[in-house]
């Protein structure tokens, strides 16, 4: 007999979440915020700034198992504002 138990417990993001062509990040001091942004923005040295800062400050292997970029969120959403102009 088998009985089937509704999922109540939903992951609240997954990669069905991120378009084609994107990838996400967490970006904050503190409290992260996750952001799904375009792969283009890989190429600019802007953003290529903020990934050293990420790997200087968290290296690969860090508790969020994705990548993070410390940095306040309100820089991150001014930067990314400029690449996508």
Do not use: W
């Not at 069905?16 to 503190?30: A, L, M, Q, S, T």
């Amino acid at each position: 007999m088998v009985i089937r138990v509704p999922r109540m417990i939903k992951k609240s993001f997954t990669t069905r979440d991120v378009p084609k062509g994107h990838f996400v990040v967490y970006v904050g001091e503190n409290q992260k915020k996750r952001f799904v942004i375009p792969i283009s923005f890989l190429s600019q040295p802007l953003f290529q700034d903020l990934l050293r800062q990420a790997e200087e400050e968290f290296g690969f292997d860090h508790p969020m198992s994705s990548l993070t970029i410390p940095c306040r969120e309100d820089a991150f959403i001014d930067l990314t504002s400029q690449l996508r102009n």
